[in-house]
């Protein structure tokens, strides 16, 4: 009458929580776990690697995959050109069909106080004129009929070609009357939507290049401090959250409380601070609840803090990434300019 009626009558009279009886379910497996045998740690790595998300990996290989064909299927039975070339006097775009060899655009004539009239005499060439008395090969237009007449040579420049287009190559060795052309023209560009976002971004190249700068000296900094003062850091974070809401709360009420507030803002701002309320109690809630994970998230994050501090040449991963991110995102724009290339394309004459 001593044994127990039921052979797991001690087990079961420790059981207590959920916790208890998962220990009690596996207890020869952790009786004979060994982290040493079982850890693929090796000299501080994890050299033992392999794919985890086969399924992804193959979804944004297919995208890339449908990407890349796209674009050469764009490029090959599209034309580019329609996109970034030049339109000429008779509004056909340089480098489209009919003019596949004429992918340039030259103005034989800049002195003119109209931009119409200055745009009515460009032509599209095979090749941009790199001396003022080179051969002009081009496509005649009602405008200029003939690209190497007394009229067009006596008003020929030196180029260089950029972009689908015949620049001056030097706007000093101009005449007056050309400069203040080309002028009217740069300043046509600035304003355009284009010319002012390029305008934008050469105006903040250094504030752009600085925040980089010191984005990469303030996220070193943020990891050297949780290494050391991850406890603190976490606990401080709480502590401003529950400063806010709190002061949110009291903001709330101060301006429901101005004699200028209106009976309708009244009734927003008592509901703002009644919603403030009850986010500050759930959120003091959780942090009661669960305050045992917290700490074990904190101790976390002080580990991999302490990882970073330790192996500063993974700061270069990200670094890489942006450059790839950035890379990947060039080519999907061209992929996209490719593709829409199979489009028909016109000038707008409204443009002009």
């Known amino acids: 009458m001593q044994e127990p009626l039921n052979s797991h009558q001690e087990n079961t009279e420790t059981v207590k929580t959920r916790g208890d009886r998962k220990k009690l379910k596996y207890k020869e497996q952790i009786a004979g776990f060994n982290l040493k045998d079982k850890s693929t740690i090796r000299n501080g790595l994890v050299k033992d690697r392999k794919t985890t998300d086969c399924g992804c990996c193959i979804l944004f290989l297919a995208v890339i995959g449908c990407m890349v064909g796209l674009a050469g299927y764009g490029l ?8 970034i070339g030049g339109v000429d006097g008779n509004l056909r775009i340089c480098g489209s069909e009919g003019l596949e060899k004429y992918p340039h655009l030259y103005v034989t004539k800049l002195e003119s106080n109209n931009l119409n009239e200055i745009f009515s005499t460009g032509v599209c ?26 009229d ?14 015949c620049f001056p190559k030097s706007v000093d060795d101009l005449p007056q009357a050309a400069q203040e052309g080309w002028n009217k023209v740069i300043d046509q560009f600035k304003n355009s939507q284009a010319g002012k976002t390029l305008n934008d971004l050469k105006i903040t190249k250094v504030a752009v290049l600085t925040c980089l700068g010191m984005g990469f000296v303030y996220s070193t900094l943020y990891i050297y ?17 529950e400063t806010s809401m709190i002061g949110w709360i009291g903001v709330t009420f101060w301006l429901r409380g101005q004699p200028h507030t209106t009976n309708g803002e009244k009734t927003a701002y008592l509901w703002a601070a009644i919603g403030a309320g009850i986010i500050f109690v ?32 993974i700061i270069l991963v990200s670094v890489l990434y942006f450059f790839v991110t950035l890379a990947f995102i060039l080519i999907w724009f061209a992929a996209v300019g ?13 443009a002009l």
């Open 152 to 165: 067009v040579k006596a008003n020929e420049y030196d180029t260089v070609t950029i972009g689908g287009y």
């Open 76 to 83: 090959a039975k599209g034309n580019v050109n329609t996109l």
């Open 282 to 313: 759930i959120f003091n809630l959780l942090l009661c609840c669960f305050w045992k994970q917290v700490k074990v998230a904190i101790a976390v994050i002080d580990a991999t803090a302490d990882f970073f501090a330790a192996t500063k040449r």
């Open 225 to 241: 401090a949780m290494s050391r003062f991850a406890d603190c850091m976490s606990k401080l974070a709480i502590l401003v959250i």
């Open 338 to 350: 490719c593709i829409m290339s199979l489009n028909t394309i016109t000038a707008d004459p409204s």
């Open 125 to 150: 060439v095979q090749k941009c004129p790199a001396e003022s008395t080179s051969m002009i090969d081009c496509m005649p237009t009602t405008q200029v009929p003939n690209c190497n007449s007394n």
